[in-house]
Nanobody, 122 residues
Framework: QVQPVESGGGLVQAGGSLRLSCASSGRFFTGYIMGWFRQAPGKEREFVAARGWIGSTVYYADSVKGRFTISRDYFKVDLQMNSLKPEDTAVYYC?????????????????WGQGTQVTVSS
């Protein structure tokens, strides 16, 4: 089975950029829908972005559209985050779904990473 492992979080000033990466410590992500979610303190985990297999469609939450880009290859899934805002501060999770279509709910994803902290200072 796949086992997502995130990396790349950290502290950045508002307006800055970070790139998160997600690799699998088990099987490759081939055939899985890959998504990024985030959870801020005291809030529910929310959808950020999802992508099907290479060359397929992508979907973004309205709050990150135009600022974040999800990309993937055979070995990893990245989330490029530009123009970061303090409200982007959260723990970011990578997840894999055994689905034939893009899904945006946490319940639809089967495998989750441990998360990586992103903190954006004002």
């Amino acid at each position: 089975q796949v086992q997502p492992v995130e990396s790349g979080g950290g502290l950045v000033q508002a307006g800055g950029s970070l790139r998160l990466s997600c690799a699998s410590s088990g099987r490759f992500f081939t055939g899985y829908i890959m998504g990024w979610f985030r959870q801020a303190p005291g809030k529910e985990r929310e959808f950020v972005a999802a992508r099907g297999w290479i060359g397929s469609t992508v979907y973004y939450a309205d709050s990150v559209k135009g600022r974040f880009t999800i990309s993937r290859d055979y070995f990893k899934v990245d989330l490029q985050m530009n123009s970061l805002k303090p409200e982007d501060t959260a723990v970011y999770y990578c997840a894999a779904a055994r689905s034939s279509s893009l899904v945006t709910t946490t319940a639809a994803y089967d495998y989750w990473g441990q998360g990586t902290q992103v903190t954006v200072s004002s």
